[in-house]
């Protein structure tokens, strides 16, 4: 989701290239040809559209589970049978004829990472999840880098459903907390209690050797100093990742059509700081916009999406992007559960969009992921992951170098600390 840049945290280095020749070209390319030598590496997301109830401030691709309840608090066994097992079987068995469809435009390919988002996949039973990464692997391969990551709702928690999800091969569990405090999550329609947060993030930190923790900042009410406790208690869970979000207010929300009362802009500007440094203190550096980690434990299949990497996309809604030889696909499925069901059942794959990349297009799509990364990447990516010289960059980039917004130097491109604050405006120079 949408957050408001920072520059709180300071900057964590890491090797990159030196030899800023690397951009040069052995012929001058047509103005409309896309030329890769080599293609990126490849991730997947898998798509489980199903939530207990949606709450009142997202707008990702999510669904009311059928037999949900609907209600803020209930039973742990309530939220967890609300996603009949039949339906569940039904969706598999549709995310694996979508990606046998999709395996001819990768053959040859190995897998880098895999990311099981939502809606709320834990919802499904482990054993689904099982025979999901079964197929993936019968396919695919195991991950190189050995990251699979499921995204998992404190209200669906518990330790059996926890321990069956490590069992079926899952390395990296994404709790999405939002906050410790009850009025707080009540304002956020979160079916969880603080309690029930703190037993799930506990149990998956026993359980699994990577944890990230959602958490929100700038809620309705919320002081400086609450959302600083909220941070204490996440800190003191001991994952190794943080992914510290500003709610902000997005269209064809709830939230949209009756705004809740948000901090104000000063306050909320504190409350980032605070956040930012506070996290920095307990050793967690900020390597992306709204992540933040301990030394070696980013989120490998996050860092493929912001070098532009590239990523199959199987479930309802998913988005994918292909590299080949000479053009850049981006695609998007049906929205809705039952239609992409249908159409996979019916033998109809065929993404409901596919586009390829314009060329003017790219340094765009490459900015907006790289620009992201406040170690930023190295110039080299933008000849080898858009197939294009450096020269389709290098104008706007001297620009924004020369007004303090870009730092390039050593063969590297990153955002500087007034580039991060401004990030929307630096991105739209390379429209």
């Known amino acids: 989701m949408p957050v408001s840049p920072s520059n709180t945290a300071p900057a964590h280095r890491t090797n990159t290239p030196t030899n800023a020749s690397t951009h040069a070209v052995a012929r001058v390319q047509a103005p409309g040809e896309i030329s890769l030598s080599a293609l990126p590496p490849l991730g997947l997301y898998i798509h489980l559209p199903w939530c207990v109830r949606k709450c009142p401030y997202c707008d990702f691709n999510s669904h009311v589970a059928p037999h949900s309840t609907h209600r803020s608090i209930v039973p742990v066994n309530a939220h967890t049978e609300s996603l009949p097992l039949e339906l569940q079987q039904q ?4 995310l694996v004829l979508d990606l046998d469809a999709q395996l001819p435009k990768v053959w040859g390919r190995r897998l880098h990472s895999v990311f099981i988002g939502g809606g709320t996949p834990s919802l499904f039973a482990p054993s689904e999840i099982d025979r999901l990464l079964g197929e993936v692997r019968a396919r695919l391969g195991v991950p190189v880098s050995g990251e699979i990551t499921l995204e998992a709702n404190p209200g669906t928690f518990e330790q059996a459903r926890f321990e069956g999800f490590k069992a079926a091969g899952v390395t990296r569990l994404s709790v999405g907390v939002q906050s410790f405090n009850n009025s707080h999550l009540q304002a956020l329609g979160r079916v ?5 947060a703190q037993q799930a993030v506990a149990t ?3 359980l699994f050797d990577e944890v990230n923790l959602d958490l929100m900042y700038g809620l309705p009410g919320q002081t400086p100093q609450q959302a600083l406790c909220d941070l204490e208690q996440a800190l003191s869970l001991n994952t190794t990742h943080l992914s510290l979000y500003q709610l902000t207010i997005e269209p064809n929300t709830r939230f949209a059509a009756k705004p809740p009362v948000l901090p104000s802009e000063d306050h909320l500007f504190d409350i980032e700081q605070a956040v930012h440094a506070r996290a920095a203190q307990a050793g967690f550096f900020r390597y992306e916009i709204s992540a933040f980690c301990k030394p070696g434990h980013a989120c490998q299949h996050n860092l493929n999406y912001w070098r532009f990497g590239d990523y199959l996309g199987i479930g309802a809604g998913a988005h994918a992007k292909i590299s080949y030889a000479n053009r850049i696909e981006r695609e998007t499925r049906h929205k809705n559960p039952a ?15 596919s586009r390829a990349l314009k060329v003017k297009e790219l340094p765009f799509e490459f ?12 110039e080299a990516y933008f000849q080898e992951r858009c197939g294009r010289p450096f020269q389709d960059i290098s104008k706007v980039l001297h620009t924004l170098q020369e007004q303090g917004l870009i730092v390039h130097q050593n063969g590297a491109i990153r955002p500087s600390a007034q580039g991060v604050l401004h990030l929307n405006s630096v991105l739209e120079k390379f429209l």
Do not use: D
């Open 339 to 353: 239609a992409y069901m249908q159409q996979q059942l019916h033998g109809q794959a065929a993404p409901l969009e």
């Open 91 to 94: 969706y598999i068995h549709a």
């Open 192 to 196: 969880h209690s603080a309690e029930q």
């Open 204 to 206: 998956a930190v026993a």
């Open 367 to 378: 900015m907006l992921n790289a620009l992201r990364l406040l170690e930023g990447v190295p």
